[in-house]
């Protein structure tokens, strides 16, 4: 319209265009007029409305305020029935540690008496099995049937290295072999190993997956297989397969599992005088845990409402109303920073660090405030990536209009 006007309706440029042109001026003086009439009504019912907004706010604040003491009323007593609680608390739970501790040392007490009873019947049961001749000494000779105990594990358990796990005396009695016992009860193996040093032979992963040599025969007739499948290595294991089988049908030398025995037995309940202290501690924590809980409570409302209080709801509140609503484009957890120009802060508001935008910068938008009857988004729009900008109407930023409509009129008429 403006541009027409200035295009067509004086007489400035007719000459050069020469295009025949109705003088508009009139007709588009009276639309103008209407529509400046328009908006200062929009800004006169706006600013009302504002009043409203305004009134209402203070009210609002208000009882956020008085809301916020009886919370700190609330808060103090809270406190109190914490501390209280927190007396009450340890005052059971010392007792309760006491015969906690009571019961756990009675119970680690019984099974260091079981574990010592056990070590001993180990003890003398490897005794016995050592004294081959039972002379009632175990001697370097026979401790050399078990291979295991080798010092140096190099396949030759000698009688002198023998002699020396037994302590450099050729035989020990039975006193004499708990000493020498606590040395070789991690490697003693109560089923003497047999001879055969088959763990350390070199096993190749073919090996490893071939079944075991009971039916060797069936499996690998060696008649059948040409001869340059029968390469060097296979043969060697071969024999030594066939070596195990002619020697005795032992099972592969499989430890006999020690921690077989039940170790780990559970602690037998708490005795009921135990249990009673038990209930009264934890009923007195419960009860704790709750008055903490209510006391974070009242804590995070005073603090809500001190935040809402120390927001800027523009000089007189007026844009209080729209805290905690959500508008397409803004959340309700956040309130943004005023950014308008310096005459007029409160007609920009931006809301910065929105969620992070793909391969760009946090996500921001900007509000623009427009005077309105109505609450609303006139649009959105991203003028550059990432970047939003909203365009909304509230009557809170309309300004008070003139007094008489007279001051519209001068203007018109300019
Ligand atoms: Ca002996
Ligand atoms: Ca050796």
Not at 99 to 117: F, N, S, T
Not at 243 to 272: G, I, L, N, S
Not at 278 to 296: G, S, T
Not at 341 to 347: A, K, L, R
Request: net charge negative.
């Amino acid at each position: 319209m403006r541009a027409y006007l200035t295009d067509c309706c004086d007489t400035t440029d007719e000459y050069n265009s020469g295009a025949t042109c109705q003088n508009t001026c009139r007709d588009l003086g009276r639309k103008e007029r209407e529509s400046l009439r328009e908006l200062a009504e929009v800004a006169k019912e706006g600013f009302k409305l504002k009043e409203q907004l305004i009134h209402e706010a203070k009210k609002g604040l208000e009882e956020k305020q008085s809301k916020v003491a009886e919370l700190q009323f609330n808060k103090k007593a809270t406190e109190d029935k914490v501390e209280a609680l927190r007396v009450v608390k340890e005052a059971a739970e010392q007792p309760e540690k006491e015969a906690k501790d009571r019961h756990l040392k009675a119970w680690e007490e019984q099974q260091a008496v079981i574990q010592a009873e056990k070590d001993k019947a180990k003890i003398a049961e490897a005794f016995l099995r050592l004294d081959l001749d039972a002379d009632g000494l175990v001697s370097a000779v026979e401790l050399q049937s078990h291979t295991e105990l080798d010092p140096d594990s190099d396949g030759m358990f000698t009688e002198a290295e023998a002699q020396g796990v037994l302590g450099g005396v050729e035989t020990v009695d039975t006193g004499a072999f708990e000493t020498v016992w606590s040395n070789i009860k991690e490697k003693y193996v109560s089923e003497p190993q047999p001879d055969i040093p088959a763990p350390e032979d070199p096993q190749t992963p073919e090996d490893t997956r071939e079944p075991p040599p009971e039916s060797d025969s069936e499996q690998y007739p060696d008649d059948d297989i040409p001869e340059e499948y029968e390469d060097d290595d296979q043969d060697e294991e071969e024999d030594d397969e066939e070596a195990d089988d002619e020697d005795e049908k032992v099972p592969p030398t499989v430890r006999p599992t020690e921690t077989a025995e039940e170790d780990e037995q559970a602690m037998p309940p708490y005795e009921a005088d135990t249990q009673s202290l038990i209930d009264v501690a934890q009923k007195a924590r419960d009860e704790f845990d709750e008055a903490e809980r209510a006391l974070r409570a009242v804590d995070d409302q005073i603090k809500g409402l001190e935040k809402e209080i120390s927001l800027d709801f523009g000089p007189s509140f007026e844009f209080a109303y729209l805290y905690g609503q959500c508008y397409d484009l803004t959340t309700s957890e956040s309130w943004g920073s005023w950014s308008g120009p310096e005459d007029s802060v409160y007609s920009l508001m931006k809301y910065d660090h929105g969620t992070g935008c793909w391969q760009g910068p946090n996500r921001s938008t900007t509000v623009k405030l427009t005077c309105g009857k109505e609450t609303v988004v006139m649009s959105t729009s991203e003028p550059s990536r990432c970047e939003y900008l909203m365009e909304f109407t509230t009557p809170a930023v309309c300004q008070e209009p003139p007094s008489s409509d007279s001051h519209i009129h001068d203007h018109t008429e300019l």
